[in-house]
């Protein structure tokens, strides 16, 4: 079975600083992996995903991620933060192209100090 | 482009009482919908699955006849939460995605509160 771990429940920066989210990742296959962010009360904006190729991606608003299949890990970079990236950041996998079936982490929640 | 419109936002309603969410993909045809359920705090989780056309496939634990779903256009699918009570409290989400590589798109959410 799929399964995706973010260890940080919560995390704090300084506005300005580098950004690190993790994500872990046990999957049978070859994962497609995706990063998405959800603002309070709102839905989910995907922020990046991987399916092959080059194992840095980009996405929107500055982020990147890298995928390590030998650390089975995705993780999420920023090199400076602003304070509207305060927000809950999802890691998820599926399976394939397809009828893709999406397994959330537990997320972690993102705050910015000044 | 890839909008994904779902509504109401919010709706508040008695227990017993059924409830309709909507959610439309706004600039490409959806071959799939997926609807979510997020408790507080806490990550989504899938409920069901629907291809246009076809029967929902629900997820282990999902009452499919609490949750009704219907997929009936490329464009909308329904979520109706039959005679609701106030365990059904939660934030619906959907998603949609065309066919091909695309990922899914998501709407807004649905903030339920049932009395």
């Known amino acids: 079975a799929q399964s995706v771990t973010q260890p940080d429940i919560h995390i704090t920066v300084s506005e300005g600083a580098s950004l690190e989210l993790r994500c872990n990742y046990s999957?049978?296959?070859?994962?497609?992996l995706f990063w998405y962010v959800q603002s309070p009360g709102q839905g989910l904006q995907l922020l990046l995903k991987y399916f092959s190729g080059d194992t840095l991606v980009q996405g929107i608003k500055g982020f990147e991620a890298e995928f390590k299949r030998s650390q089975s890990s995705f993780n999420l970079r920023k090199p400076s933060v602003h304070w509207s990236d305060a927000a809950e950041y999802f890691c998820?996998?599926?399976?394939?192209?397809?009828?893709?079936?999406?397994?959330f982490g537990t997320g972690t929640r993102l705050t910015i100090i000044p | 482009g890839a909008v994904v419109s779902q509504h109401p936002s919010r709706v508040i309603c008695k227990s017993g009482t059924s409830v309709k969410i909507e959610c439309r993909s706004l600039d490409f045809q959806a071959t799939t919908m997926f609807w979510y359920r997020q408790f507080p705090k806490q990550s989504l989780m899938l409920m069901a699955t629907s291809n246009e056309g076809s029967k929902a496939t629900y997820e282990q634990g999902v009452e499919k006849d609490k949750f009704l779903i219907n997929h009936a256009s490329l464009t909308l699918s329904t979520l109706t939460v039959t005679s609701a009570h106030p365990e059904d409290s939660s934030f619906y989400i959907c998603?949609?995605?065309?066919?091909?590589?695309?990922?899914?798109?998501f709407g807004d959410g649905t903030r339920l509160s049932i009395l």
């Open positions: 998603s949609a995605r065309g066919g091909g590589a695309q990922p899914q798109h």
């Open positions: 999957y049978g296959a070859t994962p497609y």
């Open positions: 998820a996998v599926g399976p394939n192209f397809g009828n893709e079936k999406l397994t």
